[in-house]
């Protein structure tokens, strides 16, 4: 069973920065690929990164424009989300998936799990 749990959230002041965990199991990152999505109060869910099983991220620049970051620990089937320079508008609550793509702009994805909030204070 897949199983994905996101952690690390909180609140922060803009231009500070967090590191969001993601803990999963059930799978390896040989078998699926690794990102996050993230839902801002009253909008829709929007991807923000996928990272494949040979390490390449795929962002999404219309808003990250280089302040975040993945990383994985293979040992510790953990993925990790570094966030920069956050900005208010980065405040959501930000879920882990596998079995994510992102092409042309379109991230799919096939599994999900628990969330965590994101607070950035202006």
């Known amino acids: 069973e897949v199983q994905l749990q996101a952690s690390g959230g909180g609140l922060v002041q803009a231009g500070g920065f967090l590191t969001l965990s993601c803990a999963f199991s059930?799978?390896?990152?040989?078998?699926?690929?690794v990102g996050w999505i993230r839902q801002a109060p009253g909008k829709e869910r929007e991807g923000v990164s996928c990272?494949?099983?040979?390490?390449?991220?795929?962002y999404n620049e219309d808003f990250v424009k280089g302040r975040f970051t993945m990383s994985t620990d293979n040992a510790k089937n953990t993925a990790y989300l570094h966030m920069n320079s956050l900005k208010p508008e980065d405040t959501a609550v930000y879920y882990c998936?596998?079995?994510?793509?992102?092409?042309?702009?379109?991230?799919?994805?096939?599994?999900w799990g628990q969330g965590t909030m994101v607070t950035v204070s202006s």
């Open positions: 998936t596998a079995a994510c793509t992102f092409v042309s702009g379109i991230f799919e994805y096939m599994f």
């Open positions: 059930g799978f390896t990152f040989d078998d699926y690929t």
């Open positions: 990272m494949n099983s040979i390490y390449s991220t795929t």
